[in-house]
């Protein structure tokens, strides 16, 4: 009687706890779409879209022609210093 009993019990249990999780789900999907909605509304045009990944793009590449242009200017100047450097120390050398 006793594991009739509980059966029952587990059946009813599981009934509900499932009728629970399908409102549940419900409303989390209306939620869902409402908070969809409003993230589209919110959204650029893809027009303008389009014209904002252009200017970052623009950018970037602006920013990676700089970075190149300065690690370029900085071997020279690194190699010029090396050159005065060595030049120095010959002359200081010879001195002695």
């Known amino acids: ?19 629970v999780l399908l409102m549940r ?4 999907q209306r939620f869902l779409h409402e ?8 959204l650029p045009e893809p027009e303008r879209m389009q ?19 300065t690690a370029q200017q900085t071997a020279v100047t690194m190699k010029q210093t090396g050159q005065d450097v060595a030049d120095k120390t ?5 001195q002695r």
Not at 35 to 42: D, E, G, K, V
Request: no cysteine.
């Open 1 to 19: 009687m006793n594991r009739v009993v509980a059966g029952l019990l587990i059946g009813v249990s599981v009934v509900t706890g499932l009728v």
């Open 51 to 69: 014209q904002y990944t252009q200017q970052v793009a623009d950018r970037v590449s602006q920013a990676a022609s700089n970075v190149k242009d």
């Open 35 to 42: 908070r969809w909605q409003q993230l589209r509304s919110a």
């Open 25 to 28: 789900r419900k409303e989390t």
């Open 90 to 94: 010959r002359q200081l050398v010879k």
